[in-house]
């Protein structure tokens, strides 16, 4: 029998970059603990880290390229199905043009170190601009604000969690997201070291949620009106002499604009509105302006709902205004080794804008469309229309808004084609699917992550299997792609080799940061805390801020008319549905690990105590949800946790679909809250999916 051994790597499953120690025997995997020499992750893991080892021995994980046919899926040999792409897609683009292929990346491609360096190749090869992601169902507000306030979408200042004195958190749940936007492994350590030095911990949102519990002050707020609570902590840091630029006084322009544009929102005005009152709005705002440091951190409550764009602008504003921006204990930019702000020139033009989707005139922002129009771009004929699909590591079916819409699109086209392990929701519907190897045989080095760290360090995790038989990574798939589809060779690129090369050309290559050294510290390096560094961060041309680029200022208008009309709103759906995530789930994709879905069914809609005394409704009983595109039934969860007036639903659920082969997610699919929420539902600064305030009604069955 071999021996015991130890690898060490950083878990990829979600952005918290947490270090594992593993202790495996040949191809078995023995034990995944915390790696307590990780610099960053501090000896912490979250419960998915152990799915990394169902990933690499499930049965239902595809290894062979499949093909559909009319008598079923038949396994081919690689050669075989890049042929058959190759004239598939050559034939529709020759007919129809290049737009005519449209592609998907679902989250994993932001977690594969592979996929983030040969994705642009692949891009290229392809020739449509009709690209789509999972990110503008999850974060474009931030990458929007980013690019009109500094420059470039990627310039994205994160909390410094680790030394601020008060942490105002609107519609983010770190304790179990373990950041998102905000890198940061093991928060609940970091929410208690705050509160252990004095400091406190302010959590806005329409459920007590699991970061709500351990903060020291949580505070209910109605869906979608994060705005308007924004705009009045604004007004009155303003109206009581509060706002203070600091060091960046020479350097912010608009605040003029901004005092302007809040004046029409004092916390009077919006507090019936909000469901805070305007005192308890009034004394936040003077504890963030007093604090000795203080950062505002807006997440998913506040980017995936109709008022999205602005709620990320004016998180920034709030930051900046109270002198809480790039400077110890506020918004702070990371300095990661690998730079990808560093190759974006000051100046550069945005690619936000330059196009518009093709039915409903959505942005194009950063070089992809909204996948809330996808649906339409398929369905819809005429020139332009999308007739052939790529799918990469993604199930939008289930993920993406009116997601049943969606997959009668996907049945519809010429032809598709999906790079996944899985045979599930979405790729039923491909012509051909492309297995990649996955989790432990792959290299590791978080491309994007570090770039939203609350700390710099730098790792690089070798694979811990080899790759068998015929199995290809996803980067040699989109090389193998692209290579086929324009007729020329395949040189002899390879991750590392890229990595390489940005190392030796980043920020810390004076320090002698490289692969090699990466390579002989398993555990990683520690480069040292956030510094002030906005100089070299920022990308406008004059080196400026913008605090009120004219974008924001023109949507007030819309926020104004929407408070107007708030109670009209509810008679036909009295009910605001709001998401909930769950700490063994990550999306879609961690739902066939039978150590994760085990136990009690988790997809439940919870309801507030009062609502469901009145609706007589009792805990465990099922009940329908009604939307205007569609309906469920699903088990009630009752509970003082969540404000009168909303529901919640987590997200990632609804693995009953026919024809799939995710035998662990069928014995506990749940639903998918994609089946309630609107497509037409979005914010139209960055055309953002609004999931959050989606209407609904709720009765028992």
Known sequence: MSEIKTHYRTCNICEAMCGLEIKYQGNEVISIKPDQEDPFSRGHICPKAVALQDFYHDPDRLRTPLKRTATGWEEIRWDEAF?????????????????AVGIYLGNPNAHNFGNALFLPHFFKAVGSRNRFSSASADQLPHHVASNYMFGAGMA?????????????IIGGNPVVSNGSMMTAAGVPGRIKDIKNRGGKVVVIDPRKTETARIASEHVFIRPEKDALFLLAMINTVISEGLAKLGHLESVVDGLNEVKQACADFPPESVAEVVGINAEKIRQLAREMASAPSAVCYSRMGASTQSFGGLCLW??????????????????????????????????KPSSYGRFQSRVRQLP???????????????????????????????NPVLSAPGGDNLGKAFAQLDYMVSVDIYLNETTQHANIILPATHGLEVAHYDIFFNSFAVRNTVKFSPPLFEKTGNQMHDWQILKALASHLTGTPEDGSTPELLL????????????????????????????????????????????????????????????????????????????????????????TWTQNSQRLVKGRNPCTVLINVEDAERLGITKGQTVVVRSATGHVEMEADVSEDILQGVVSIPQGWGHNRKDTRMTVAATQPGISINTLTDAGRVDPLSGNAAFNGTPVAIEAI
């Not at 058959?84 to 129809?96: L, P, V």
């Not at 994205?156 to 105002?168: A, F, Q």
């Open 500 to 587: 390489e090369m940005g190392l030796q050309t980043g920020p810390y290559k004076d320090q002698g940061i490289n692969l090699q050294k990466l390579k002989d510290n398993p555990h990683g390096i520690d480069l040292g805390p956030l510094k002030p560094c906005l100089e070299n961060r920022i990308r406008t041309a004059d080196g400026h801020i913008q605090l009120a680029p004219q974008i924001y200022l023109d949507d007030l208008a819309r926020l104004k008319d929407y408070a107007a009309s708030d109670a009209e709103r509810r008679m036909e759906y009295p009910f605001e549905m709001i998401g909930r995530r769950l700490a063994r789930s990550h999306n």
């Open 314 to 347: 004016l998180t920034n504003v709030l930051n900046i205004i109270t002198g809480n921006f790039d400077r110890e204990g506020g918004a702070m930019f990371p300095l990661p080794a690998l730079d990808l702000l560093q190759r974006t020139p000051k100046g």
């Open 364 to 394: 194009y922002n950063n070089s992809e469309f909204p996948v809330a129009t996808l649906a339409e771009e398929i369905l819809t004929e005429g020139e332009g229309q999308i007739r052939a699909m790529f799918t990469i590591a993604g």
């Open 156 to 168: 994205i200042p994160v909390p410094d969690i680790d030394r601020t004195d008060y942490m105002l």
């Open 83 to 99: 042929a058959d792409i190759t004239a598939n897609i050559k034939r529709i683009q020759a007919e129809h043009g290049n737009d």
